[in-house]
């Protein structure tokens, strides 16, 4: 092993706190970054894979609403009628969406309809194509039953009889289903829409085509017929492969701005931290740079021992963050597993690597502009 690398892992172990209060803090500022991401990654897979649940082929939303969110401008429920009037529908039902709060929802269904067109869905292999399955109870009775996915009854501790008090309304839970369709929280239709305020007016109209394969010529044709003049305006209406590819975080740049957001925090963190850590290092090493220097060590050596020991700094702390991922993902998937999502996106592990490398280098630079700038016969003297 070189001379160079025996002198800084000594260094490192020499002080073992400061070394470990460095590690962990680029640690820290990693897991931050992979954790927002993967949450975020994960909490719009989860709502594509409960979009795709359901069965449907085609999804229409009202005029000025995204294809992400909340609907901002209900339509009325006679839509529901009309569209399975159309040629090649199946089966046509609508649903409406309440904001209970946080990441939250509550929808309401027409759980025979609703639950006729996740049973028409055959897709081999897929345990989802049968419908909604009860792993406890069963389906609305009364018109205060709800019903929750296994996930939200986890994390609220419901069983079939638990009360639950939401939008000024105590609910009974009736069954707890298995994941994977709709939203976490399910009531009748027609008592969320009286709740809310919004009698006759629904979120969202699902469709289950005759013939799957004609999705997109029917949905082009749907396009022309209610938004005369321009297809593109008015009714958004996609088919579920195209409403689930636009959750991504591309495709929100909201939340992508939140996302850089963090990572710049958790950089200047990562920054400060290394910056003081270094500079530190710098001033209990004066004499150890002054004798490098008198034994003949130029500016080059110098910088390359602190810039190496930077970069083992990053790497050992790089390695920390993911392993801590891994602590924040069973944390969440065991405390909020209702709420939060999270996934693990090898693709950002180098990026968010690369991220605490720069910029610990970066907070390195006036420590090692210093070590270079002093002088060795004084650096010698320096107590």
């Known amino acids: 092993m070189p ?18 209060l460095s590690v962990l803090a680029i640690g820290v500022e990693v897991t931050m970054i ?42 009325s429920d006679k839509m529901v009628a009309r569209l399975a009037e159309e040629p090649g529908v199946a089966l046509a039902t609508g649903t409406m969406v309440q904001s209970i709060g946080g990441f939250d929802t509550i ?40 019903i929750v996915d296994e996930f939200y009854a986890r994390q609220k501790k419901l069983h079939p009889g638990s009360h639950l008090k939401l939008i000024n309304h105590i ?35 699902y469709l289950k085509l005759a013939d799957p394969k004609q999705a997109d010529a029917f949905v082009a044709q749907l396009r022309k017929e209610m938004n005369p003049g321009d297809p593109d305006a008015g009714y958004q209406i996609y088919t579920v492969e195209e409403f689930v590819s636009q959750l991504t975080v591309d495709s929100i740049p909201m939340l992508k701005d939140f996302i850089y957001v963090v990572i710049g925090i958790a950089s200047i963190v990562g920054f400060i931290v290394v910056f003081m850590a270094m500079y530190t290092a710098v001033l209990e090493r004066t004499r150890e740079i002054g004798i490098l220097k008198a034994v003949g060590a130029g500016p080059g050596y110098v910088l390359n021992i602190l810039f190496r020991e930077t970069v083992l700094l990053a790497i050992f702390g790089t390695i920390l963050g993911i392993l801590l991922t891994y602590g924040t993902q069973w944390l969440m998937a065991h ?30 630079v006036i420590p090692a502009l210093k070590a270079v700038k002093q002088d060795a016969t004084e650096a010698l003297s320096y107590e």
């Not at 020499?14 to 070394?19: D, G, I, M």
């Not at 707890?176 to 109209?205: N, P």
């Not at 939060?340 to 390195?364: C, D, F, H, S």
Request: charged share 20%; glycine share 10%.
């Open 107 to 146: 929808q309401g269904v027409d759980f025979p309809a609703i639950d006729k067109m996740a049973s028409t869905w055959r897709k081999p292999g897929d345990k989802q194509a049968d419908g909604f399955k009860f792993l406890e109870g069963g389906p609305m009775r009364n018109d205060d039953d709800i």
């Open 335 to 364: 405390a909020v597993p209702a709420s939060l999502v999270q996934e693990t996106v090898y693709a950002w592990w180098p990026r968010a690597a690369a991220i605490a490398i720069v910029g610990a280098l970066v907070g390195t």
């Open 34 to 75: 992979l954790t927002l991401v993967g949450v975020s990654y994960g909490t719009l897979d989860a709502s594509a894979r409960r979009a795709r649940g359901i069965g449907a082929d085609v999804f229409v939303r009202p005029p000025a609403s995204s294809a992400v969110g909340l609907s901002s401008a209900p339509m």
């Open 171 to 205: 609910w009974t839970v009736s069954g707890v289903y298995e994941s994977g369709k709709l939203a976490r929280i399910l009531c009748k239709i027609d008592v969320l829409q009286r709740l809310a305020g919004s009698e006759g007016k629904i979120s969202a109209v």
């Open 3 to 20: 001379l160079v690398n025996k002198l800084i892992l000594a260094n490192l172990a020499h002080r073992p706190l400061r070394t470990f």
